[in-house]
């Protein structure tokens, strides 16, 4: 990898290298991801580079060999953008990018404010998609096709009461409750209605739209790389976010009526 | 029509309601928010921009 002729001072390299790192960190990127790609820009730009992850902060400390004395170090917070895949790539772009193009420091720093306005998917399509996607995993557990529609608008509607609730800004452990409650009462259905051979595949599968997927397996990346502080924050979130749609899930049984097993 | 069924239509008219009267009032009280292009749903990328891939460059691996 060649390196860019350094310009910019340690500062400003420390200063943007921990924005990066910190936009990396709060879109859902594993630990050794955000190491990788900014270490990969910090040699890029020519300066050596450290960097400490914590489970809401990043420490980015830059200094240059060159005989200057030059040196730098940011803290900075883990950036509140929500788990965006989206986001990622185009980050993870932008480090290849600066490595494979050799893109100046203005440049790039242009490139990754343009990233930061990145709009998130439209909420309907991923209302749309997400019940879709919780519809087949109830096909893929073995329900049949009134079960897969129990699902689909159970989710529909679970996925729905979520997205307006983070919207109002309630907590998000409260949310979790709240939407698989509702799920798993409205896809209790197929069990007082008699409407589907397989009601309680619905009833199982209706919650795991809610299932924090992302947090557990960075989770699993972070303790293979030892980042064990951020893998035990990660993994006690999602614990803690399973736990409560476990709860809104015996809430919805238990109100129903419905054997638990 | 037995206590479980009320129940059932009791939450879903609930939850029904609730997210309705929500969706009206967004309707009518949300201004416009400029032209703001939509985002694609699907996108084709590069596998290395976002996991590590055995083989990545030397320099870049990590003891």
């Not at chain 1, 209302?127 to 689909?152: E, K, Q, Y």
């Not at chain 2, 032209?35 to 460059?57: A, L, Q, T, W």
Request: charged share 20%; aromatic share 12%.
């Amino acid at each position: 990898m060649e390196r860019i002729q350094h310009v910019q001072g340690a500062d400003e390299t420390a200063f943007f290298l921990a924005d990066y790192a910190s936009w990396l960190s709060g879109c859902g990127a594993t630990c050794i991801r955000i190491e990788k790609n900014t270490r990969r820009i910090a040699h890029a730009f020519g300066v050596d580079f450290d960097i400490s992850i914590m489970p809401a902060h990043v420490y980015v400390s830059v200094w240059n060999n060159d005989g200057s004395g030059s040196t730098g170090t940011t803290v900075r917070k883990t950036a509140n953008c929500g788990i965006s895949f989206n986001l990622n790539a185009r980050l993870s772009r932008l480090s290849w990018e600066v490595a494979d193009k050799h893109l100046d420091f203005a440049t790039t720093v242009k490139r990754f404010d343009k990233i930061r306005e990145t709009q998130p998917t439209g909420k309907w399509e991923v209302l749309l998609l997400t019940s879709l996607a919780n519809a087949s995993f109830c096909r893929l557990f073995g329900g049949d096709a009134i079960a897969m529609l129990i699902v689909f608008l159970s989710t529909l509607a679970g996925y729905r009461l979520k997205q307006v609730m983070l919207e109002d800004r309630r907590d998000v452990r409260l949310t979790f409750l709240c939407a698989s409650f509702f799920s798993a009462a409205i896809s209790g259905g197929g069990h007082i209605f008699n409407i589907s051979a397989t009601p309680e595949i619905a009833v199982g599968t209706s919650v795991l739209y809610l299932i924090p997927g992302v947090p557990y397996i960075n989770a699993v990346s972070d303790i293979i790389y030892r980042h064990y502080l951020c893998a035990f924050s990660r993994f006690l979130d999602a614990t803690i976010l399973t736990a409560c749609l476990s709860a809104g899930l015996c809430a919805g049984m238990l109100i129903l009526g419905l054997k638990w097993f | 029509m037995n206590q479980p069924m009320i129940v059932w239509y009791v939450i879903t008219g609930g939850l029904l309601s609730l997210l309705v009267t929500r969706t009206i009032i967004q309707h009518y009280t949300s201004r416009h928010r400029g032209n703001r292009k939509p985002r694609r749903i699907f996108e084709i990328g590069d596998e290395r921009e976002m996991f590590y891939i055995p083989g990545d460059i030397a320099d870049d691996d990590f003891e």
